[in-house]
């Protein structure tokens, strides 16, 4: 079946622009992760999804970051005003109930 | 808090010599463990995870890995690599508390020689 999906696969964008970033997770899956990899860099953990539940967003660096998912479904991560140190791999995954996780290729995200 | 240390950040070997990934984690009672493999451009793929039970686990890709509690590590093994192993791996740790939020190692990149 369909994997985990997200796009841009590349996105360049200036300094002080907002971007956006989506995941298409797997069909039926009820958790949704977003993650950030820095160049030689483990997962930095970004928000999570469950269900109906409230996201818990402990990981979000700063309020310029934030993040929906409609429907339980497809997620958008927003990026305002983007600085250099966003630059990065983001990654999104999803899982059937949390635990394994199933990771989409990623957006790498260039800020100039 | 949990946490996950990957001791090696780059390991060479040859093309059908073993492999041993070292991971060590910090956690009070047993967690949950999980192994992940990453090609350059991709995302990160399910090697293989540990819930309970048999501390010997197979996964795909003809890894293994074995939880010692004792030594609070899971390290991966393969007994013969092959040119396309050469990759991230990444371990990651997740507390049966219920937090859903697992911690990541750093990675160990794997370079295979011909």
Do not use: M
């Not at chain 2, 795909?60 to 899971?74: H, L, M, N, P, Y």
Request: charged letters at 20%; aromatic letters at 12%; a neutral charge.
């Amino acid at each position: 079946g369909a994997g985990v999906s997200q796009s841009p696969s590349n996105k360049v964008t200036e300094k002080g622009k907002d971007v956006e970033l989506r995941c298409d997770p797997i069909s039926g899956h009820t958790a949704l992760y977003w993650y950030r990899q820095s160049l030689g860099q483990g997962l930095e953990f970004l928000i999570y999804f469950q269900g109906n539940s409230a996201p818990d967003k402990s990981g979000l660096p700063s309020d310029r970051f934030s993040a929906e998912r409609t429907g339980g479904s497809v997620s958008t991560l927003t990026i305002q005003r983007t600085q250099q140190e966003d630059s990065a791999v983001y990654l999104c995954a999803s899982s059937p109930r949390g635990r394994e996780q199933y990771f989409g290729p990623g957006t790498r995200l260039t800020v100039t | 808090a949990q946490s996950v240390t990957q001791p090696d950040i780059h390991i060479t070997v040859s093309e059908g010599a073993s492999l041993e990934l070292r991971c060590n984690y910090s956690y009070g009672a047993t967690p949950y463990l999980f192994w992940y493999v990453q090609s350059p451009g991709q995302g990160l793929q399910l090697l293989l995870k540990y819930f309970s039970g048999d501390t010997l686990v197979q996964g795909i890709k003809g890894f293994e890995a074995e939880f010692k509690r004792s030594q609070s590590s899971f390290n991966l093994r393969k007994p013969s690599v092959h040119w396309s192993d050469a990759a991230e791996y990444f371990c990651a740790v997740e507390t049966s508390g219920g937090s859903y939020i697992p911690t990541f190692g750093r990675g160990t990149s794997l370079i295979v020689h011909p």
